[in-house]
């Protein structure tokens, strides 16, 4: 059986996961969601990955989830001849139009807009911020020219930030809206689209999944530059989840800034009741090595403590060479802290009259009361995932189990914190179905004998409409 933690791991497909038999044990350790990451991807070693992941949930009855990151406009600098290092002081040129090789007085850069966006004493910074430089001119049309402020290696294809620069470039490049659509065609769980900055970029995608899928596919927007950051209550309206992307954000605003930021943004996806997904370097050093850093563990333990749902790997299980130890490595220190009194969650309770007011305040009730009496589990049948993303977001201390009939949502619920999904389709008499589902609660472990139960419900239930009806139980048998 995978593991009963609450907080969830979602891993990145690479090199180092390409077999089934790895795909497997990093399931049974704990891996709730898997990342294909865009920027590195082969379409046909997509299909291939996603068909064994899929494989497994049908053999191991369990649903673990597949994310889609799309790659967003990536900035690099072109192919260097040979070994080039600049120092401080010095004057460099950035060329945009014909790919060549660059030197230490000249470098192809890829994005077009470059010399019209950048203004003279912006900086400009190259490979994740290892080299600095500030722009002296532009010509307006396909050169910039920038001094050297830290120096050191420049290497070809390096990523390049503008973190003071307004871009023109669009979220989704042509690439991104050909990935969407592959991944969309697949049907994915989730999306994550990169450097989003305004409410705009997720409704183009929105229009993208609408266009080429028949269902609703959930959106995460990855907050990783200073202007979505500004913009999070317009963006937090459009999206489906958060992903505090701490590589490029680091980069993009004073690395010092970061630690504030992480808590903010999952207390503003807490408020509106969205997952949100700590990313970046939270087990860097277990690519090689078989123990994380004690600042690691604190660094992972911390973001479970500010409410994180999920906990994100890269390097660690793409590339690294202990995919299966990470994980479980990763899965005992979410254990050890995921149900500490420390953790505070905001609880105002919900007031804004919606039309789903009734559903929202019975969560919010369900939450609370499950804390009080103690309850070991808060059922729920629902058919659109709904209630699972509302009782989530109130952290009860009791296990949150979904039942539905619906095949899509299973596996898109398995990001959410604390949220175990199951499969049912007899929607008979309220008692019976109730009964029903606390039997299967038994069977998998998550209620005994003498447990309480917290059960919500649509009554009548035939109809699945929303949730309105709250019911406390105590387990008398465990019939299986």
């Known amino acids: 059986m995978p593991s009963k933690k609450k907080t969830k791991i979602v891993a990145t497909l690479g090199p180092a996961t390409s077999k089934k038999e790895v795909l497997k044990k990093m399931m049974l350790a704990g891996v709730d969601v898997f990342r294909i990451n865009f920027s590195h991807a082969d379409y046909e070693d997509v299909k291939e990955r996603i068909k064994m992941i899929r494989e497994l949930n049908e053999e191991m009855q369990i649903y673990t989830s597949i994310l889609a990151d799309l790659q967003g406009p990536k900035l690099r600098v072109g192919v260097m001849a040979g070994e080039v290092v600049v120092a401080p002081g010095d004057e460099i040129t950035f060329v945009t139009g014909e790919p060549f090789e660059g030197t230490a007085e000249k470098v192809y850069m890829n994005y077009t807009n470059f010399p019209q966006d950048v203004k003279a004493g912006e900086r400009v910074l190259l490979d994740d911020g290892k080299l600095m430089f500030e722009v002296v001119s532009t010509n307006g049309k396909d050169e910039v020219k920038a001094k050297v402020i830290q120096g050191g290696p420049l290497k070809s294809k390096k990523g390049v930030n503008l973190p003071n620069t307004n871009i023109s470039l669009p979220a989704l490049t042509e690439k991104d809206v050909k990935d969407a ?21 997720l409704i183009d995608l ?9 269902h609703k596919i959930p959106i995460i927007a990855k907050i990783e530059k200073p202007e979505a950051v500004e913009n999070i209550d317009k963006i937090v309206a459009y999206c489906d989840g958060l992903m505090v992307a701490r590589g490029d954000l680091g980069v993009e605003v004073p690395a010092q800034e970061v630690p504030l930021i992480q808590k903010q943004l999952v207390l503003r996806a807490k408020k509106a009741r969205i997952p949100v997904i700590i990313a970046t370097q939270m087990m860097e050093t277990m690519i090689t090595s078989l123990t994380p850093t004690r600042a690691e563990v604190n660094d992972v333990a911390n973001s479970v403590m500010d409410g994180a749902d999920a906990v994100m790997l890269s390097g660690e299980t793409s590339v690294g060479n202990y995919p299966v130890q990470v994980i479980e490595k990763m899965a005992s220190i979410l254990q050890s802290v995921e149900s500490s009194e420390l953790i505070n969650v905001p609880h105002d309770p919900p007031h804004i009259r919606t039309n789903r007011y009734i559903t929202k305040s019975v969560c919010y009730h369900a939450a609370i009361m499950a804390n009080e009496i103690k309850a070991k589990a808060i059922s729920t049948l629902t058919n659109s995932g709904y209630t699972a993303f509302q009782i989530s977001a109130w952290r009860p201390s009791a296990h949150i189990l979904v039942f539905t009939s619906n095949k899509r949502i299973l596996t898109q619920l398995n990001l959410l914190w604390g949220v175990k999904a199951f499969y049912y389709d007899k929607y008979v008499s309220t008692d019976e179905t109730i009964e029903d589902v606390n039997q299967i609660a038994c069977k998998k472990g998550f209620l005994d004998v003498g447990d309480m139960l917290i059960s919500l419900a649509a009554m009548p239930i035939k109809d699945k409409g929303m949730v309105n009806t709250l019911r406390v139980t105590e387990i008398e048998t465990c019939n299986f």
Do not use: G, M, P, T
């Open 181 to 201: 659509i592959f991944a969309v065609s697949l049907d994915v769980d989730w999306i994550a689209l990169s450097f989003v900055r305004f409410s705009q970029d």
């Open 206 to 214: 929105q229009n993208i999944i609408k266009e080429h899928s028949e």
